[in-house]
Nanobody, 125 residues
Framework: QLQLVESGGGLVQPGGSLRLSCKAS????????IGWFRQAPGKEREGISC????????NLADSVKGRFTISRDNANNTVYLQMNSLKPEDTAVYYC??????????????????WGQGTQVTVSS
């Protein structure tokens, strides 16, 4: 069964940091470009980052550029999202997703082939 499992979410104060992890099971994550998207209550899904298969190309949405970093460790079948300088407006459920094409890095990995169940990130004092 193909699965992506996110972890690392939680409650953090404004200005704080979290690192999210995305681990694949049932398939080799290293065959896919991987992205992260988020969805807050009442808001549309927002693609925020993408990393190519080899990790040599990345793309970040303007809303997180300069604060978030995406990286991957193909040997451990894991992709990471390092989130710094978190703001209350970053509060959302965060999902990792496998892209249909490595060429979609420019489009933040959209369209997606698979995605996980998500992990909640809450930024609040």
């Amino acid at each position: 069964q193909l699965q992506l499992v996110e972890s690392g979410g939680g409650l953090v104060q404004p200005g704080g940091s979290l690192r999210l992890s995305c681990k694949a099971s049932g398939f080799t994550l290293g065959y896919y470009a991987i992205g992260w998207f988020r969805q807050a209550p009442g808001k549309e899904r927002e693609g925020i980052s993408c990393i190519s298969i080899t990790g040599t190309r990345t793309n970040l949405a303007d809303s997180v550029k300069g604060r978030f970093t995406i990286s991957r460790d193909n040997a451990n079948n894991t992709v990471y999202l390092q989130m710094n300088s978190l703001k209350p407006e970053d509060t959302a459920v965060y999902y990792c997703a496998a892209a249909l094409s490595d060429a979609s890095v420019f489009n933040l990995c959209r369209p997606y082939a698979y995605w996980g169940q998500g992990t909640q990130v809450t930024v609040s004092s």
